[in-house]
């Protein structure tokens, strides 16, 4: 792997790794789904492929910031809006 991507490769994993901690189903759960999925992947040699991958692990990035910012929205809808029922 070339020594860009490598460092690339590292930084997807770190921020997936920190994003991870709020997971709602906890944080080992995360890491050991990010973990065997990096692990699936680590013989990939081909540098397109992995910039696929990668481009991949941003999308997974983008995916779970959504959800934590609709978690966030409904926490606080909560607060501030009572149902009537």
């Known amino acids: 792997m070339a020594n860009p991507l490598r460092n690339e490769v590292l ?8 994003l991870g901690r709020e997971y709602p189903k906890g944080a080992d759960y ?6 065997s999925a990096f692990m ?3 013989d990939v040699t081909d540098p397109s492929q992995i910039k ?3 481009d991949r692990g941003e999308f997974v990035i983008k995916e779970l910031e959504a959800l934590y910012f609709l978690r966030k929205y ?6 501030y ?3 009537e029922q």
């Open 74 to 79: 409904r926490a606080m809808k909560k607060r």
């Open 11 to 18: 930084q997807l994993y770190r921020n997936l790794l920190y």
């Open 40 to 42: 699936k992947n680590k």
């Open 81 to 83: 809006y009572e149902y």
């Open 52 to 54: 696929k991958l990668v």
């Open 30 to 35: 995360f890491r050991e789904r990010l973990k």
